[in-house]
């Protein structure tokens, strides 16, 4: 965190620290803007009153709050992230990369790493499928205004990984990749670029578990991308993990209702008809949160939860920038 406030600094950007309960009452770390959940709730932000405590997805709040002060692109990570080499380089919309489209369930890590290792939120019976290889992919130059950079040393895989296979990692750095409509590889909020025309899509849901709480946001953001045309952008990492101490069978416990549905999830998302475009961007948000509240994942009290977000960044957010 500290290595983050400083380069904040250094590189004039703001750095947004959401708290929870167990958070200290006052976090005295100079270069960041702390807000502790009376903050959150004393916001002016529907979502602040009404988002339960003890929630991974109340940093939505602080993705609000960086929205109402103006700023266009949102860099999250989590507090047990160091920035690396490039992890401060400016940020770019346009980028060029190796293409893959419509091949279903891909495992982006596979580009990245000779080691059979997959994203937490990938589906176990596709984790031995190798994805197109890497050099028969075209390049593309493309507007991605979702960018998910990996993560070296101890990265965000899913708890079945940690029990059953050997940490650290370390991947590719020479590498990046666009994921086109239809190549299905979850992503997380550990080092993700968001751009403006994006920040709808950031809402994270609060009637799952903290485990999927991003996983299922990150497949909302796909195929939402996907009808407006932006792919997503996989990249090296810019950010090595030293992670947090964790149970993995309570993470593992916490996972489960992807393990057992991912595929329901991607069927059910292929066939949703989306209408595309910023102006129907936050109906086609609630047609996807609405399929995982169909298909038991999420509750109905997740409804009133979105919609306060849809209605916050309204006042800051609109389709023409």
Partial sequence: MRQLA???VRHGHALVVVGDEKSPPVYDLAGSLFLSVADQQQA??????LAPVKSYARKAIGYLSSIRAGHRIIVETDDDNAPIEGFWTPRSKSVEARYVSDSGWTNIYAYFSEQNIWPRGYPLD???TAPPAYEGLPLKLADAPIQQGLA???????AVYRLVLPLPQH???DRAVLAGASSWCPFNSQNTTWFYEAFPLLYLPFTCSMRMTDIYRGYVA???????GWPMLFHAPTVFQDRNVHDFMQDF???IDGYLNYHAIQKAFDELPLKGGLDNIFDDMKACYTTFIRLGLLTEAELPLLNAWI???SAHWSVNG
């Fill in 6 to 8: 400083e380069g904040a």
């Fill in 44 to 49: 002016g932000f529907a979502l602040g009153s």
């Fill in 126 to 128: 596709r984790i031995k």
């Fill in 152 to 158: 070296d040393g101890d990265p965000d895989v899913d």
């Fill in 171 to 173: 991947f590719r750095h």
């Fill in 222 to 228: 796909q195929r939402v991308a996907w009808a407006n």
């Fill in 253 to 255: 416990r916490q996972e």
């Fill in 311 to 313: 209605d916050d960044l």
